[in-house]
């Protein structure tokens, strides 16, 4: 099946500084790419659709400020946490939507990413 | 807007048990179904996919049921073991962006 990988695995940082996050599809083109985060013992909470060559549309109440996102190929799309404080620590988690199984819309899922911020 | 919700929370049971999570959406358009697991601290591992045109999926012990016109899927694990314990989402995909909304997941344990 497809691979979606994502860089780094876990990453902790100091609260000011910002952290890149990467999401490749590894076997398939993707337009479309979805970034979502996840509270302890919470689901999953969709933060933007990324858009190869476009700007990425955000979700109600999510910074676009704060979360810049970048989909500068059809395999690769960045997560950056701008400024990152305590209250950004979460599990981040990116999918893409395989561009030939647009009518089955099937997403692949990475396997995340622990950002900590201390 | 799609809302996704999952019965129970959280469930324990002996090893042997076969059991039955479910999952129930408020939006019947949708294009397909996807159960998930998910271990303590890791990403999600993909178990079925159930496309909108099926009314079921079987992988080994597992077998996922969708019925579009009532909301529901159900997750039917059979022989339950230790190793199965985890977090069970339950996730649809939206109509045009292919978005997903996840329910909160159950939680199973399964006790040796």
């Known amino acids: 099946g497809a691979v979606v990988s994502q860089h780094p695995s876990r990453v902790i940082c100091k609260s000011g500084t910002s952290v890149k996050i990467e999401c490749r599809s590894l076997?398939?083109?993707?337009?479309?790419m979805f970034w979502y985060r996840q509270f302890p013992k919470k689901s999953l909470m969709l933060m933007a659709t990324s858009n190869e060559g476009s700007k990425a549309t955000y979700e109600q109440g999510v910074e676009k400020d704060k979360f810049l996102i970048n989909h500068a190929s059809l395999t690769l799309s960045t997560l950056t946490v701008t400024s990152a404080h305590p209250e950004d620590s979460s599990f981040y988690i990116c999918?893409?939507?395989?561009?030939?199984?647009?009518?089955?819309?099937?997403?692949?899922f990475g396997p995340g990413t622990r950002l900590l911020v201390l | 807007k799609q809302e996704v919700t999952q019965i129970p929370a959280a469930l324990s049971v002996p090893e042997g048990e076969n059991l039955v999570l479910n999952c129930s959406f408020t939006d019947s358009a949708i294009y397909n179904l996807q159960w998930f697991r998910q271990d303590p601290g890791k990403g999600l591992t993909s178990l079925l996919l159930?496309?909108?045109?099926?009314r079921e999926q079987t992988s080994g012990r597992l077998n996922a049921s969708l019925d579009k016109s009532s909301g529901r899927s159900t997750l039917y694990i059979a022989a339950s073991q230790p190793g199965d314990s985890a977090t069970y989402l339950c996730?649809?995909?939206?109509?045009?962006?292919?978005?997903?909304?996840f329910g909160d997941g159950t939680t199973l344990t399964v006790k040796p």
């Open positions: 999918s893409a939507r395989d561009l030939k199984g647009s009518s089955q819309e099937t997403q692949y």
């Open positions: 159930i496309q909108s045109s099926q």
């Open positions: 076997d398939f083109q993707a337009t479309t």
């Open positions: 996730a649809v995909p939206g109509t045009n962006a292919g978005k997903s909304t």
